[in-house]
């Protein structure tokens, strides 16, 4: 009787030893990424988010004025961080009015446009590089309105600015990432992606260097398929080229965010097709890896009700934390992520 206690006893010590070792291997934080994570916090997103979707940006329109001002807003951000650009000039790759025509055929501005390019080099590898996007453009001023785009995106481009300040922290306090990361944000993606289609098309580095592009396309509000369930972003893309991306983002989840995961959008007869509806999807034809991070649509999606005042600041900040943690996992670990041998059918 005494010996069989023992022996449970000595086989619960082992089960119990070997569990939590699992746990503690499977959770194994990394505290440098959390402390620069932590640089993404509510007010500086608020800041960017009432900046980008005020009236003075009147709707940010491919080629007005707005758009403008909207550019030399993030230009500005970049340089007072020491984000350096990539480009000789400046932060701006200009696309010429030719190039601003959409499928109809139709010339959808009058005046150039311009993506704007931030750069963070590599200190191991520097011509891997990491690509986290948003478009900055919406809809202008129609019948008098402003369409103010706060969700449609300057949430995202509110995330893309807010990773790259933490990551330009980081390589100043010594912690620079070993790929380089290039932030991107797109102009006419509303006109039917022509910004990052021109990006692809007239690269400014090689595309066979471009590890992974990071898309963000609204993540400041509640789908209207999630109405009362707000913890979640739908991940779109992520497993179509490379099983390690989606696996990377799903780990970096569970470790540091513990959002839920929503993959409907994903699923290959999905009738909305957002797989194909931002900017990411230029980079995934030409077989490039890619993550689409969006919250879904809702009633003030493309209407001039979409307004700073809606945004949840709280859920923004969460998810754009998940982006980061991703992009810092695939900067910084040793092999590349693999491509999946068998390419994407688009
Ligand atoms: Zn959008």
Redesign the pocket.
């Known amino acids: 009787m005494k010996k069989i206690t023992l022996l449970i006893l000595l086989a619960f010590i082992s089960i119990s030893c070997k569990s939590k070792k699992e746990v503690t291997k499977k959770l194994q934080i990394d505290a440098t990424a959390v402390k620069y994570a932590n640089l993404i916090n509510i007010d500086t997103a608020k800041e960017h988010v009432f900046n980008l979707a005020s009236d003075e940006f009147e709707g940010r329109k491919t080629g007005e004025s707005g758009q403008k001002k909207a550019a030399e807003y993030l230009a500005s951000h970049y340089n007072i961080n020491g984000i350096p650009k990539y480009l000789k000039k400046n932060y701006f790759q200009i696309i010429p009015v030719s190039e601003l025509i959409n499928k109809r055929r139709k010339s959808t501005s009058n005046n150039p446009s311009e993506n704007v390019v931030a750069f963070i080099e590599g200190i191991e590898r520097p011509e891997e590089v990491v690509v986290i996007s948003s478009?900055y453009d919406h809809e202008g001023i129609k019948n008098g309105l402003i369409y103010n785009g706060a969700d449609?995106?300057a949430s995202g481009t509110t995330g893309v600015l807010l990773i790259a300040k933490a990551f330009a922290k980081a390589k100043k306090d010594g912690h620079g990432p070993k790929r380089s990361i290039m932030f991107v944000n797109f102009t006419a993606?509303?006109q039917g992606l022509l910004g990052s289609k021109y990006f692809i098309a007239n690269p400014i580095l090689p595309l066979e260097n471009i590890v992974v592009n990071l898309n963000i396309?609204?993540i400041g509000r509640i789908g209207k398929d999630r109405q009362n369930d707000s913890d979640y972003i739908y991940v779109i893309g992520a497993d179509r080229l490379s099983t390690e991306l989606h696996e990377i983002n799903e780990r970096m989840n569970s470790k540091y965010t513990n959002i839920e995961l929503d993959y409907q959008y994903n699923e290959r007869n999905d009738p909305n097709r957002f797989y194909k509806r931002?900017d990411h999807y230029n980079f995934a034809k030409k077989g490039i890896p890619i993550a689409f991070y969006f919250n879904g649509t809702h009633e003030d999606y493309h209407k001039p009700t979409d307004t700073p005042d809606k945004i949840l600041l709280d859920l923004l900040v969460k998810r754009v934390k998940l982006v980061f943690h991703t992009a810092w996992e695939i900067a910084n670990r040793d092999e590349r992520i693999a491509v999946d041998v068998e390419q994407e059918k688009n």
């Open positions: 478009h449609d995106n993606e509303e396309d609204m931002s």
